[in-house]
């Protein structure tokens, strides 16, 4: 262990905030050089070496901030987990902690003010792709690591896995496979993060997804517009006028016949001016759907049309489009089964399709939704740890996104507690160009995760 781990007062409350304070510039460093390593898993846009270096990375941190054990496995769908280990003391329980090495791509280089792979201090936040998703939470679980130092109560599991953001599931596939490798009391899966900067808060549901590509076939091909226009069932608008019925024609609320609309959210609400000015809405343009913005974000199911496939503007003849095809999403609040969305959503676009059009609905993915019962003693002590560090009550939030791990751990471990957080919040633009992280949420957070693993052996005897 490093010299910068001997220091008094680390088991008070005080020691501990000064402690991972101190370790603010090491953890710049350390995101700088994790956000230098371009480790996007995909082959067909960065080598697959730049993903390795980030698991060597991640393996040799975790070592020499306590773990033994460190390793790399290979996952079945090719990329490299890193795993760690630290026994607990006689009769503690062990906290498994989560995170994810690879990144998005940072997609249109142009949109980015800064170079996406050199972390860029500018305006108090810290810029780079995967500063917040989820290097941000690599450092924060180093931090928390490094101020307890030898101090550690608790036995502790770690996995970081390489191919979160492409979605193949290679670590799902692992879990299945080897679940005596992350047995554990509590997992803190952090892959999420706050409501807002300050606020402390606990992910506690998680929407399901299913994705369809829909094909709608009119004719035997391309027939000219003037000849035949009028008469000729166009593929493109009959497909255009399917996908309409999926949203309410006034509200933009989506319509799914079969599925419960409705639903309401019970927790942490979320401003609509926030809303609109974290999302990047236009001057004017009206939000979609009704009820509170967190109803229509966690409670309720979201369509959104991700793509179509059809005559492009330049270079479109004056002809009738015999065929086109449309990619659709299908986000699902918890309560509602995968499978039953992906029927009814096929139901709904098969009756909807007008004119006699062949119209087939091929499922291309799914995940079920996640709810986690909030009720155990490591709920408990986050909020302890929450309340001690941002002076206000844990709060509770859902989340858009799909994370089928968190199906897989639950499944597989169904004594466990189960904690989604992280230093993530709207402003750091995940995914998308310019993301940066709050360096305050990376020292407050890893305060909060220091407090939780001090302090959670002795409330989980209670």
Same mark, same amino acid.
């Given at each position: 262990?490093?010299?910068?781990?001997?220091?008094?007062?680390?088991?008070?409350?005080?020691?501990?905030?000064?402690?991972?304070?101190?370790?603010?510039?090491?953890?710049?460093?350390?995101?700088?050089?994790?956000?230098?390593?371009?480790?996007?898993?995909?082959?067909?846009?960065?080598?697959?070496?730049?993903?390795?270096?980030?698991?060597?990375?991640?393996?040799?941190?975790?070592?020499?901030?306590?773990?033994?054990?460190?390793?790399?496995?290979?996952?079945?769908?090719?990329?490299?987990?890193?795993?760690?280990?630290?026994?607990?003391?006689?009769?503690?329980?062990?906290?498994?902690?989560?995170?994810?090495?690879?990144?998005?791509?940072? +997609?249109? =280089?142009? #949109?980015?003010?800064?170079?996406?792979?050199?972390?860029?201090?500018?305006? !108090?936040? &810290?810029? *780079?792709? %995967?500063?917040?998703?989820?290097?941000?939470?690599?450092?924060?679980?180093?931090?928390?690591?490094?101020?307890?130092?030898?101090?550690?109560?608790?036995?502790?599991?770690?996995?970081?896995?390489?191919?979160?953001?492409?979605?193949?599931?290679?670590?799902?596939?692992?879990?299945?496979?080897?679940?005596?490798?992350?047995?554990?009391?509590?997992?803190?899966?952090?892959?999420?993060?706050?409501?807002?900067?300050?606020?402390?808060?606990?992910?506690?549901?998680?929407?399901?997804?299913?994705?369809?590509?829909?094909?709608?076939?009119?004719?035997?091909?391309?027939?000219?517009?003037?000849?035949?226009?009028?008469?000729?069932?166009?593929?493109?608008?009959?497909?255009?006028?399917?996908?309409?019925? +999926?949203? =309410?024609? #006034?509200?933009?609320?989506?319509?799914?016949?079969?599925?419960?609309?409705? !639903?309401? &959210?019970? *927790?942490? %609400?979320?401003?609509?001016?926030?809303?609109?000015?974290?999302?990047?809405?236009?001057?004017?343009?009206?939000?979609?759907?009704?009820?509170?913005?967190?109803?229509?974000?966690?409670?309720?199911?979201?369509?959104?049309?991700?793509?179509?496939?059809?005559?492009?503007?330049?270079?479109?003849?004056?002809?009738?489009?015999?065929?086109?095809?449309?990619?659709?999403?299908?986000?699902?609040?918890?309560?509602?089964?995968?499978?039953?969305?992906?029927?009814?959503?096929?139901?709904?676009?098969?009756?909807?399709?007008?004119?006699?059009?062949?119209?087939?609905?091929?499922?291309?993915?799914?995940?079920?939704?996640?709810?986690?019962?909030?009720?155990?003693?490591?709920?408990?002590?986050?909020?302890?740890?929450?309340?001690?560090?941002?002076?206000?009550?844990?709060?509770?939030?859902?989340?858009?996104?799909?994370?089928?791990?968190?199906?897989?751990?639950?499944?597989?471990?169904?004594?466990?507690?189960?904690?989604?957080?992280?230093?993530?919040?709207?402003?750091?633009?995940?995914?998308?160009?310019?993301?940066?992280?709050?360096?305050?949420?990376?020292?407050?957070?890893?305060?909060?995760?220091?407090?939780?693993?001090?302090?959670?052996?002795?409330?989980?005897?209670?």
């Amino acid at each position: 262990m490093n010299d910068e781990n001997n220091v008094d007062d680390r088991d008070t409350g005080a020691g501990l905030a000064a402690r991972v304070a101190a370790l603010m510039p090491r953890a710049q460093t350390d995101l700088a050089e994790l956000v230098a390593i371009p480790s996007v898993a995909d082959p067909r846009q960065y080598p697959p070496e730049d993903c390795r270096r980030a698991a060597l990375w991640v393996a040799s941190a975790f070592t020499d901030a306590g773990l033994s054990d460190v390793r790399l496995v290979r996952t079945p769908d090719g990329s490299d987990a890193v795993v760690g280990h630290r026994p607990p003391p006689p009769g503690a329980p062990t906290v498994l902690l989560y995170c994810h090495y690879d990144v998005q791509p940072p +997609l249109d =280089d142009d #949109a980015w003010r800064t170079p996406p792979f050199t972390l860029t201090e500018r305006d !108090g936040r &810290w810029y *780079g792709r %995967g500063a917040a998703d989820c290097k941000g939470n690599i450092v924060m679980h180093l931090t928390a690591l490094r101020a307890l130092g030898e101090d550690l109560p608790v036995g502790i599991r770690f996995v970081a896995e390489g191919s979160e953001e492409q979605g193949t599931g290679g670590l799902e596939s692992y879990v299945a496979a080897h679940p005596e490798e992350f047995v554990a009391d509590v997992l803190l899966v952090c892959d999420t993060g706050n409501a807002t900067v300050g606020q402390g808060t606990a992910t506690t549901t998680l929407r399901g997804m299913v994705n369809v590509v829909v094909t709608a076939h009119t004719l035997d091909g391309e027939i000219h517009s003037g000849m035949f226009g009028g008469a000729a069932p166009d593929a493109l608008a009959a497909l255009i006028q399917a996908l309409s019925t +999926l949203r =309410d024609p #006034a509200t933009g609320a989506t319509r799914v016949n079969g599925l419960d609309c409705e !639903g309401t &959210w019970d *927790g942490v %609400g979320y401003d609509e001016q926030q809303f609109r000015a974290d999302a990047g809405v236009l001057d004017g343009v009206r939000l979609t759907g009704t009820g509170s913005v967190a109803d229509r974000l966690w409670a309720r199911p979201a369509v959104t049309v991700l793509g179509i496939d059809c005559p492009p503007v330049v270079g479109s003849a004056a002809a009738v489009p015999p065929t086109a095809r449309a990619r659709v999403s299908l986000r699902i609040p918890p309560g509602t089964e995968p499978d039953a969305a992906l029927d009814a959503l096929t139901r709904h676009l098969t009756d909807a399709i007008p004119w006699g059009t062949r119209l087939t609905v091929e499922p291309e993915s799914s995940g079920a939704p996640f709810r986690a019962a909030t009720d155990g003693p490591a709920y408990r002590t986050l909020d302890t740890a929450v309340r001690h560090v941002y002076g206000k009550p844990l709060a509770y939030l859902g989340q858009g996104g799909s994370i089928p791990l968190c199906n897989v751990l639950a499944d597989t471990y169904p004594d466990a507690e189960i904690i989604l957080m992280g230093v993530e919040e709207p402003r750091c633009l995940i995914h998308a160009p310019n993301e940066s992280v709050d360096p305050t949420e990376i020292q407050h957070m890893a305060h909060v995760e220091a407090e939780f693993l001090r302090t959670y052996a002795a409330a989980a005897r209670h």
